[in-house]
């Protein structure tokens, strides 16, 4: 029986001034985090610097580890509509950037991603950093937007996994 090749996955927590990234590699049934961190713009810096800095260190992320594909947090309800155009605006920079790579486009639910990694839909943040370091060996909890991005790329993993064996299907933009 033939072994799957490797399979990487950039996962991308987008926000304006905290972006959280990850690169997740499968290699059988191991996942090994590449990479991960958060993308840091100065509370000084305009929106539109911020969305060229999201946009070039997501470009720089695949050059340096060249992921198969690409997993979002999805658009998710806000109570501020002008909270939801900077996230989304966050989100489009980084969009872009997976976009002109060619790459497969995958997004989830912030309920479904921690449901996949905590078993709990309604996890907090702590929950969620604390089962990323348990479920990939890490020696410390990541920062909190980079854990979520983490969490990404292990639910794209889980569900691409489902997807094969006809069990669901993988949302894709």
Same mark, same amino acid.
């Given at each position: 029986?033939?072994?799957?090749?490797?399979?990487?996955?950039?996962?991308?927590d987008p926000a304006l001034r905290n972006t959280g990234y990850a690169v997740l590699e499968k290699n059988g049934t191991k996942i090994h +985090?590449?990479?991960? @961190? &958060?993308? %840091?713009?100065?509370?000084? $810096?305009?929106?539109?610097?911020?969305?060229?800095? /999201? *946009? !070039?260190?997501?470009?720089?992320?695949?050059?340096?580890?060249?992921?198969?594909?690409?997993?979002?947090?999805?658009?998710?309800?806000?109570?501020?509509?002008?909270? +939801?155009?900077?996230? @989304? &605006?966050? %989100?489009?920079?980084?969009? $872009?950037?997976?976009?002109?790579?060619?790459?497969? /486009? *995958? !997004?989830?639910?912030?309920?479904?991603?921690?449901?996949?990694?905590?078993?709990?839909?309604?996890?907090?943040?702590?929950?969620?950093?604390?089962?990323?370091?348990?479920?990939?060996?890490?020696?410390?909890?990541?920062?909190?937007?980079?854990?979520?991005?983490?969490?990404?790329?292990?639910?794209?993993?889980?569900?691409?996994?489902?997807?094969?064996?006809?069990?669901?299907?993988?949302?894709?933009?």
């Open positions: 029986m033939a072994v799957a090749p490797p399979s990487r996955v950039l996962a991308i +985090a590449l990479d991960y @961190g &958060t993308i %840091r713009n100065r509370t000084d $810096l305009l929106p539109s610097g911020c969305l060229v800095a /999201i *946009h !070039e260190k997501v470009r720089d992320l695949i050059a340096r580890h060249r992921p198969d594909c690409a997993a979002f947090e999805a658009i998710i309800y806000v109570q501020s509509m002008k909270t +939801a155009i900077v996230m @989304g &605006t966050a %989100r489009g920079a980084a969009l $872009l950037a997976a976009a002109q790579h060619g790459l497969p /486009i *995958h !997004e989830y639910a912030p309920r479904r991603v921690k449901q996949s990694v905590v078993g709990r839909g309604g996890a907090q943040k702590e929950q969620v950093a604390f089962m990323v370091r348990a479920l990939l060996g890490l020696t410390e909890n990541p920062a909190p937007d980079a854990a979520d991005a983490l969490a990404i790329g292990l639910t794209h993993f889980q569900m691409a996994g489902s997807a094969a064996r006809g069990v669901g299907e993988v949302g894709r933009i």
